[in-house]
């Protein structure tokens, strides 16, 4: 997705995670505010077991999922296109002490594969996210899990959206709607032949 618009707030949220990267005060602030219970919620819709390997694509200067992920104990890589902004993701990842759980790679999430994942979180702001998302459909595990964030009410004007009806034509996904008009999708894995989930407090089966 292109467009002024979108451009705008892309800069705006980078220039947050590049000031959060700078002052790790601010970050921890930011992330206990805004991230924490959000990406909580997204690893128990996920059912992350012990010993899972993580991807995260567009990780930004401040990896606020691999961090809180790595602080319960889970191996993350992380994948951002702008080296400036790994370079200093991974300055953040070592003030955190964290190094030996996430990896930062600067590369583009149409290159990354899905093979050697149990489970991929891709951010709101990646873009051509369906076409990344297809990708990792056809490289992940059967067992392998998919958790993308869409935008919700007036922020699907300046954002891509990517329905999962329209990615899958069995298996299962949830819808879980968070906090500053996000919601979070999980695709469960293709190889499952039943799967339930909650979609808008409403049970539903593929």
């Not at 930011?30 to 924490?36: C, G, R």
């Not at 930004?60 to 400036?84: C, E, N, W, Y």
């Not at 790679?105 to 990646?126: K, Y």
Request: proline content about 3%; aromatic content about 10%.
């Amino acid at each position: 997705m292109t467009g002024v618009i979108y451009d705008n707030f892309l800069a705006i949220v980078s220039r947050i995670e590049d000031l959060c990267s700078k002052h790790i005060c601010f970050g921890k602030i930011y992330y206990h505010l805004f991230y924490k219970k959000m990406i909580a919620r997204e690893a128990q819709l996920v059912d992350l077991k012990p010993g899972e390997r993580v991807l995260h694509i567009g990780g930004g200067s401040f990896p606020f999922t691999a961090i809180h992920l790595a602080l319960q104990g889970f191996k993350v890589q992380v994948v951002d296109m702008d080296r400036g902004a790994v370079k200093r993701a991974r300055k953040v990842v070592e003030k955190w002490g964290l190094e030996d759980f996430i990896e930062i790679v600067a590369a583009n999430g149409l290159e990354v594969s899905g093979a050697g994942f149990d489970a991929v979180w891709i951010s709101l702001h990646v873009d051509p996210k369906e076409e990344i998302i297809k990708k990792l459909l056809s490289t992940l595990p059967a067992s392998g899990r998919i958790i993308y964030r869409n935008p919700r009410g007036i922020l699907r004007h300046y954002y891509p959206t990517v329905d999962p009806a329209e990615l899958i034509s069995d298996g299962a996904y949830n819808l879980n709607k968070q906090i500053l008009q996000k919601e979070s999708i999980i695709i469960y894995g293709q190889g499952e032949d039943y799967h339930e989930s909650i979609i808008d407090g409403k049970s539903q089966c593929w």
